[in-house]
């Protein structure tokens, strides 16, 4: 009898062109977000490669100058592109995918887009996730809002009880129905997604992992908006109040309440502004960080701490060049002080991220946004291994540069000591490490559990709807 109720609606589906012409449109926007997404994510490959392959080639290629005017010339730090990035490219349109690299200061791209930019604004992007999150949801409601209480308004949901067919049969096959038409779109777009953007952009970050991760994601989201919808139309009286109590639904939790978070979230840990942070740092650097500690009394302490180490009275009878020492300590003081403030910027942002996913728990949108995030390797999270990583990389070649000057010039030969060609291949290009998935949803353990609950909840209440025999 399952079997004969799910084969009925489908074939009520069939035969109505309204829905014909909402699931037609439904494929073809999405079709339309994932050629955007992959002709997007082909141009940016593009000129990263070309940024790439220039910023190396002129980086070997700038001749002998003197270590740290070598340094200054800089480095840049990418992101590898994934397949997944290109389904759900989640907060890289804010942040970008490079980042300059230069001695004496952190590139502060992160901050200026998260400090400047309306949090509440992260949201509707044209992209093949936002139209399986924020879209498909509204077709799965405008199609189960009416498919018990049509029966009921019909006579056709008594008929079926009065000829013995269980409540429960009727209202899960309805359900089912619903489900396994979006469990099957979900399955062939994400597939769709996945071949045709490996083939596209030819990326070799390809984790099935982290593909059935997202696939389990979304048909969890779909069933919970299928039981969601059906168990509304079972509980009302008339197509009228089920479609209005559902969109009204839909608005809070997909709208009203991502808005909500996101402004509780930065009114509640505030970040600071890109002027104030740029001030703030300057002014550590050149007092030190306790406010009193400045720049010329550090470096007096430091030349009389190494002198009397050595064991002689002058810089110039170093067995090193003291300003290449002096060029290091500086870096890595500087270095301590970006640490402190970013730091704070990171626990601001990750505080700013524990608020919204509190607020998750009453939005499967939210839910979902963020597990999808978090399986394309796309998250606030890996966002900041991203920038850790590359700070990382920056000190390493800066260090190198310094080292060399300390140790293969002499003190005040500035004009005459050169870099050998050959330093310049051994620094190599920055290449990004990937995440483990399971390091990624870590951060997402609030929404996993919110998401089964939600499921779980819907799953009882169509129960008890069923044993009670709405009529």
């Not at 949090?119 to 809002?145: D, K, M, Y």
């Not at 908006?225 to 509980?235: T, Y």
């Not at 330093?423 to 353990?445: C, E, M, T």
């Amino acid at each position: 009898m399952l079997k004969q109720i799910i084969q009925n609606e489908w074939q009520l589906w069939r035969r109505d062109n309204r829905t014909i012409w909402l699931l037609g449109i439904i494929v073809l926007i999405s079709l339309l977000a994932l050629v955007f997404g992959v002709a997007d994510a082909r141009k940016k490959i593009t000129q990263r490669q070309s940024a790439q392959e220039a910023s190396r080639k002129a980086w070997l290629a700038q001749g002998e100058k003197h270590p740290h005017m070598s340094a200054h010339f800089g480095n840049y730090a990418y992101k590898h592109p994934s397949v997944l990035s290109v389904f759900d490219p989640g907060i890289t349109a804010y942040t970008g995918t490079s980042v300059y690299l230069e001695p004496h200061r952190q590139n502060d791209f992160l901050l200026s887009e998260s400090g400047e930019r309306d949090t509440g604004a992260r949201f509707g992007w044209f992209t093949p996730s936002f139209i399986c999150q924020f879209i498909v949801p509204l077709l799965i409601l405008l199609l189960t809002f009416n498919i018990v209480v049509s029966d009921k308004e019909g006579g056709t949901y008594a008929l079926l009880l009065a000829q013995g067919v269980p409540s429960g049969k009727v209202i899960y096959g309805k359900a089912a129905a619903s489900f396994l038409l979006f469990a099957a779109f979900i399955t062939a777009y994400l597939f769709v997604v996945a071949l045709v953007t490996y083939i596209a952009i030819a990326s070799p970050t390809f984790q099935l992992t982290s593909f059935g991760y997202l696939w389990l994601c979304y048909l969890l989201y779909y069933a919970t908006w299928c039981l969601l919808g059906v168990a509304v139309s079972a509980l009302v009286k008339s197509a009228g109040a089920s479609i209005s109590l559902l969109l009204l639904f839909w608005i809070l939790t997909s709208i009203v309440l991502p808005k909500w978070a996101a402004s509780a979230g930065e009114n509640i840990h505030p970040l600071t502004t890109n002027y104030a942070f740029k001030k703030k740092v300057a002014e550590d650097i050149a007092n030190g960080l306790n406010g009193h500690d400045v720049q010329s009394e550090r470096a007096k302490r430091m030349q009389d701490s190494v002198l009397k180490a050595e064991g002689v009275d002058s810089v110039q009878h170093l067995n090193f060049n003291f300003e290449g020492y002096v060029m290091q300590q500086g870096e890595e003081y500087s270095s301590k002080v970006y640490d402190v403030h970013f730091g704070g910027i990171y626990k601001t942002l990750q505080a700013q991220r524990k608020v919204q996913s509190l607020f998750s728990v009453g939005s499967p949108l939210m839910m979902v946004r963020n597990m999808s995030m978090a399986a394309a390797g796309t998250s606030l999270e890996a966002e900041l291994f991203f920038q850790q990583q590359a700070e990382a990389y920056r000190r390493s070649f800066v260090q190198t540069m310094n080292q060399d000057m300390m140790m293969n010039s002499a003190y005040g030969d500035w004009d005459k000591y050169k870099v050998k060609d050959s330093l310049y291949g051994a620094i190599h290009d920055f290449a990004a490490p990937q995440k483990s998935l399971n390091w990624r949803l870590r951060h997402v353990s609030i929404e996993q559990a919110a998401m089964l609950l939600w499921l779980l909840l819907l799953l009882g209440a169509v129960y008890r709807i069923a044993r009670k025999n709405y009529l």
